[in-house]
């Protein structure tokens, strides 16, 4: 179970700092990403980190947020700035993990960011 915080209402032009830790232990963590659903739209990814720390992200929040990861706590950030209305949506964070080159993938339930104009 992974769980998400940092979600809420604000203007356009402010900032949320969005955390996601598993509830639990998870080992062999690969990639942190976060992903946002609105409204009668599909899923899509905004942002990744992998394990090296390689950063990856939509080319609609590039400049604005940035993904972050804690190793020693399993937590991923995703620091958003100079949000715009568009960004409206539910927030859901992912960890993948690998064992024995299997791929494991934890959601969490997602937290809601609603941008006023």
């Known amino acids: 179970q992974l769980v998400e915080s940092g979600g809420g209402l604000v203007q356009a032009g402010g900032s949320l700092r969005l955390s996601c830790a598993p509830s639990g232990s998870i080992f062999n963590i690969n990639d942190m990403a976060w992903y946002r659903q609105a409204p009668g739209k599909q899923r899509e990814l905004v942002a990744l980190?992998?394990?090296?720390?390689?950063?990856d992200y939509a080319d609609s929040v590039k400049g604005r947020f940035t993904i972050s990861r804690d190793n020693a706590k399993n937590t991923v950030y995703l620091q958003m700035n100079s949000l715009k209305p568009e960004d409206t949506a539910v927030y859901l964070c992912?960890?993948?993990?690998?064992?024995?080159?299997?791929?494991?993938?934890?959601w969490g339930q997602g937290t809601q960011v609603t941008v006023s104009s």
């Open positions: 980190i992998t394990s090296a720390g390689t950063t």
């Open positions: 992912n960890i993948e993990k690998i064992v024995r080159n299997v791929k494991y993938n934890y």
